[in-house]
């Protein structure tokens, strides 16, 4: 985890929304005024080790009459057929 990534860990729920986002490796707008489906599609590409990945949603000053929901599908595509599990749990599906 880069130093900034350690820096929200270790102050998770005493940061505000802006300190937040400061300190993100990736943010993009969602607009839900249109009352639409969204869909987001991003590759993260990893070059040095496998990582445990964070998701984190912010919604600074921002009035919600009804909460979002939201679903994360991420997968490591060069796993082959274990793509849908973890580095931690790599393997195991052989010994099932």
């Not at 445990?52 to 060069?78: G, K, L, M, Q």
Request: net charge negative.
């Amino acid at each position: 985890m880069r130093a900034h990534g350690q820096i929200v860990k270790r102050h998770w729920g005493k940061l505000s929304c802006e300190e937040m986002l400061h300190r993100k490796s990736f943010a993009f707008q969602i607009d839900l005024s249109s009352g639409q489906d969204f869909w987001k599609s991003v590759e993260v590409h990893q070059s040095v080790r496998n990582r445990f990945w964070y998701f984190t949603f912010a919604a600074c000053d921002v009035d919600i009459e009804i909460a979002p929901s939201f679903e994360i599908h991420a997968v490591n595509s060069r796993q082959g057929f274990e793509e849908e599990f973890g580095m931690d749990q790599r393997g195991t599906l052989l010994l099932q």
